[in-house]
């Protein structure tokens, strides 16, 4: 078969997805969307909203319509990196054994990503970069493929750990979870105070979205728009020479190479989700805000003025 009816196959299978989440998930499509494009470019998410939105019971749907395992860990100022990923015992006959931790899943859910201490934060660096990890000088690699959604709540910062930007830059996107619509605020309770449940069909196996993840890979990207990722993530840099004058006045630091990286191999998966075959400037703008929101280090000017990493980035385009 050859590339592009592969991906046209992959393709109606991911509109099918679309379909099974829509089961148990109201709304939030563009959330899921953002979701599904980290998926399937083989990058991280870190989701940022309120309690009671449906973060668990979000990632939980995508992990069964995909037919991957998942694993949920509530991370906790006294939770370990042993308590994450594994520990070596000593067995009935004397022979140290491994137990695998949680992390040894295909879809980890990091909940409240920064209430725990960097020690036990810095556990999943390795795990979410090189997709293995070393513990007690043995080498394990992780199951593939293999995707960390960590949340983080934006209310309560009291007693919490903020993510260094080393470890924030390894997200892929970030994304703004939102309150629902009225409408889509009936439908859930609709859906959620009587006896039936919905049950999600697995629509995709691992292999096949190793396979999708592959076939994202070989899209050709033209230079023009390779070169205006690298020059939109440029702009962010005040010291840069191309900047922008609201960035010299607004932020401190920029996005680094990793964010061009990002951009197009998001804006590929875009592009074939919405049934292009070659991403363009409006595919790279789509998903730009969500990949530079994190990247973006505001000053004291702007948190003073009350302007907004968005609106900066829009001032990009």
């Known amino acids: 078969m050859s590339d592009v009816a592969s991906l046209k196959q992959h393709l109606k299978k991911y509109e099918t997805l679309k379909q099974e989440i829509s089961k148990v998930i109201v709304g939030q499509d563009a959330v899921i969307e953002q979701i599904l494009i980290s998926i399937f470019s083989g990058g991280h998410s870190l989701l940022v909203g309120v309690p009671g939105l449906a973060k668990t019971l979000m990632v939980n749907t995508i992990a069964k319509a ?23 015992i000593l067995d009935t006959d004397r022979q140290f054994k491994f137990i695998k931790g949680p992390i040894f899943s295909n879809i980890i859910l990091a909940d409240e990503i920064n209430r725990t201490p960097p020690k036990t934060q810095a556990a999943l660096l390795e795990a979410m970069q090189e997709r293995s990890v070393t513990i007690a000088g043995h080498h394990y690699k992780l199951n593939t493929p293999y995707f960390v959604l960590a949340t983080q709540n934006p209310i309560e910062q009291e007693g919490t750990y903020p993510l260094p930007e080393a470890q924030l830059d390894r997200f892929m996107f970030s994304i703004n979870l939102t309150y629902p619509s009225f409408e889509e605020e009936v439908q859930v309770v609709k859906l959620t105070t009587v006896s039936t449940t919905s049950e999600v069909e697995v629509v995709f196996s691992a292999s096949e979205i190793i396979d999708f993840q592959a076939l994202i890979r070989k899209i050709p990207v033209p230079d023009n728009v390779i070169e205006y990722a690298v020059k939109m993530v440029g702009k962010t840099r005040p010291d840069a020479s191309s900047t922008i004058p609201i960035i010299k006045k607004y932020v401190d630091w920029g996005a680094g190479p990793r964010a061009s990286q990002n951009l197009i191999l998001a804006a590929k998966t875009y592009a074939v989700i919405n049934g292009k075959l070659s991403p363009d400037i409006e595919d790279v703008q789509a998903v730009a805000v969500s990949i530079l929101r994190h990247r973006i280090i505001k000053n004291y000017k702007a948190e003073a003025d009350g302007v907004s990493v968005e609106s900066i980035i829009e001032n990009l385009f």
């Open 66 to 88: 995909l037919g991957l395992d998942f694993k949920r860990i509530q991370f906790t100022p006294d939770l370990m990196p042993s308590d994450i990923l594994g520990s070596e």
